[in-house]
């Protein structure tokens, strides 16, 4: 597993590298690194005594553009690492192309943006489209997708649904909407599955609740 976790958002992106890695796992400073490190970190084996697998953090790799090009060069032969590695980076340039390379090899990256003002806006507008037609929804949360951070996202879509819930106490929908969500979130929290995969399917499921 290869991600890449960006963003100013950097107590989130720590919840989220602890999620996937756990308390345990090797930092490396991408500055520091020379081509010739990549193989030992992605096929190495771990230092931790008893993992089964490679935990690792990587900082600001972008940085050192030799490294990363190497990466980006090489990365149909790294994404087979059995270990998990995580990219952390304070800025990330998607028009590289490196980055572009990592991308087409299916490396995700996660964005932790700072909440805007336009987001509690957004998610009631999508929410309310989703209760009318999920499909349509989702088409609406792809076009600012690329602007939200996902468990950002859900949190103020499970304010929303409180929001509901309160309005209409006793309404069949908005008990199963906040029932659903609980479900979501905890899946969130305890699964390897995209964040943005579920709320998708919350939003599909929403209509029919």
Same mark, same amino acid.
Do not use: C, H
């Given at each position: 597993m290869? /991600?890449?976790?960006?963003?100013?958002?950097?107590? /989130?992106?720590?919840?989220?590298?602890?999620?996937?890695l *756990?308390?345990?796992?090797?930092?490396?400073? *991408?500055?520091?690194?020379? +081509?010739?490190d990549l193989?030992?970190i992605?096929? *190495?084996? +771990?230092?931790?005594? &008893?993992?089964?697998?490679?935990r690792?953090?990587?900082?600001?790799?972008?940085?050192n553009?030799?490294?990363?090009?190497?990466? &980006?060069?090489?990365?149909?032969?790294?994404? /087979?690492?059995?270990?998990?590695?995580?990219?952390?980076?304070?800025k990330?340039?998607?028009?590289?192309?490196?980055?572009k390379k990592?991308?087409?090899?299916?490396?995700?990256?996660?964005?932790?943006?700072?909440a805007?003002k336009?987001?509690?806006?957004?998610?009631f507008?999508?929410?309310?489209?989703?209760?009318?037609?999920?499909?349509?929804?989702?088409?609406?949360?792809e076009k600012?997708?690329? %602007?939200?951070?996902?468990?950002m996202?859900f *949190?103020?879509?499970?304010?929303?649904?409180?929001?509901?819930?309160?309005?209409?106490?006793? &309404?069949? /929908? %908005?008990?199963?909407?906040?029932? %659903?969500?609980?479900?979501?979130?905890?899946?969130?929290? +305890? +699964?390897?599955?995209?964040?943005w995969?579920?709320?998708?399917?919350?939003?599909?499921?929403?209509?029919?609740?």
């Open positions: 290869i /991600k890449i976790f960006t963003g100013e958002d950097r107590g /989130k992106l720590q919840e989220a590298v602890k999620r996937e *756990g308390e345990e796992y090797e930092v490396f400073e *991408g500055e520091e690194l020379t +081509t010739g193989p030992g992605f096929f *190495g084996a +771990t230092l931790f005594a &008893g993992f089964a697998e490679r690792v953090v990587i900082r600001d790799l972008g940085e553009k030799v490294v990363f090009t190497e990466l &980006g060069e090489k990365i149909e032969e790294f994404v /087979k690492t059995e270990a998990k590695v995580i990219l952390v980076e304070t990330f340039d998607k028009r590289l192309s490196a980055a990592l991308a087409k090899a299916g490396v995700e990256v996660r964005e932790f943006k700072m805007g336009g987001d509690s806006r957004a998610v507008e999508i929410y309310d489209l989703a209760l009318k037609d999920g499909a349509q929804a989702v088409r609406a949360l600012i997708q690329a %602007e939200q951070e996902p468990y996202f *949190g103020l879509l499970a304010s929303q649904a409180l929001k509901r819930l309160e309005w209409r106490p006793n &309404g069949t /929908k %908005e008990r199963r909407a906040v029932k %659903e969500l609980a479900e979501v979130d905890m899946k969130m929290k +305890t +699964t390897a599955v995209e964040p995969l579920l709320v998708k399917s919350f939003l599909v499921r929403l209509s029919s609740l």
